[in-house]
């Protein structure tokens, strides 16, 4: 059985900073790209990042480029998310999700697996 479970949300002030952790089980990580999705209240769930199963390649959305960076730790079964210089659009629930293939994908019809997410608020 698929586990994902995300940590790390919260409130912050503009410009702040977070770092989102993802914990996986029950598939081997090491073969799998992650990526991280969000969806704010009233809109549809977007693309943030994603890493493929090594961790060479990582795609960011350009709406978050230069402040977001995804990275992957498979000793640990864990992705991360840092974010920096935040802004009240940033402001949704953040979804990590799982592949089945080894590419990193903005696609989230490519992610079978979800977790439940993660709230980052920010505001003053």
């Known amino acids: 059985q698929v586990q994902l479970i995300e940590s790390g949300g919260g409130l912050v002030q503009p410009g702040g900073s977070l770092r989102l952790s993802c914990a996986a089980s029950g598939r081997t990580f090491s073969r799998d790209a992650m990526g991280w999705f969000r969806q704010a209240p009233g809109k549809e769930r977007d693309f943030v990042a994603a890493?493929?199963?090594?961790?060479?390649?990582?795609y960011v959305a350009d709406s978050v480029k230069g402040r977001f960076t995804i990275s992957r730790d498979n000793a640990k079964n864990t992705v991360y998310l840092n974010l920096n210089s935040l802004k009240p659009e940033d402001t949704a629930v953040y979804y990590c999700?799982?592949?089945?293939?080894?590419?990193?994908?903005?696609?989230?019809?490519?992610?079978?697996?979800w977790g439940q997410g993660t709230q980052v608020t920010v505001s003053q």
């Open positions: 999700a799982q592949s089945t293939l080894g590419r990193a994908s903005q696609n989230a019809d490519e992610y079978p697996y």
């Open positions: 890493i493929s199963y090594s961790g060479r390649n990582t």
